[in-house]
């Protein structure tokens, strides 16, 4: 099994290590010099990691609506524009 083959299979550690291997997918795909094979097999990782990107942004939208951020401006808005009460004189 080559290298390539080996990283296609893994999953990737996170979300920003799956980016920085696509962008360096993409240096050698650009450059030029890959080879007919290569070129198949780093397309083929790089589709695996796409995937992996879209379903780790994807759970993090649903975890964003979960917690309903407009509310939660909402209510920081409303307690700003609040005065304390005062506490008894020390």
């Known amino acids: 099994m080559s290298e390539t083959e ?3 299979t893994q999953a990737p550690a996170s979300y920003e290590s799956a980016v ?3 962008e360096e997918i993409i240096l050698r795909l ?4 890959a080879e ?3 070129t198949l097999e780093l397309c083929r990782e790089g ?11 994807d759970a993090v939208s649903g ?3 979960r917690l309903d951020l407009d509310d939660l401006v909402r209510k920081l808005e ?8 005062p506490g008894p004189a020390a």
């Open 63 to 65: 975890e964003l609506q």
């Open 36 to 38: 007919l094979r290569e």
């Open 78 to 85: 409303a307690g700003a524009g609040e005065t304390p009460e």
């Open 20 to 22: 920085e291997r696509l």
């Open 47 to 57: 589709k695996t990691l796409v995937e992996y990107c879209k379903g780790e942004l």
């Open 30 to 33: 650009d450059s030029g010099k």
């Open 6 to 8: 080996s990283t296609a």
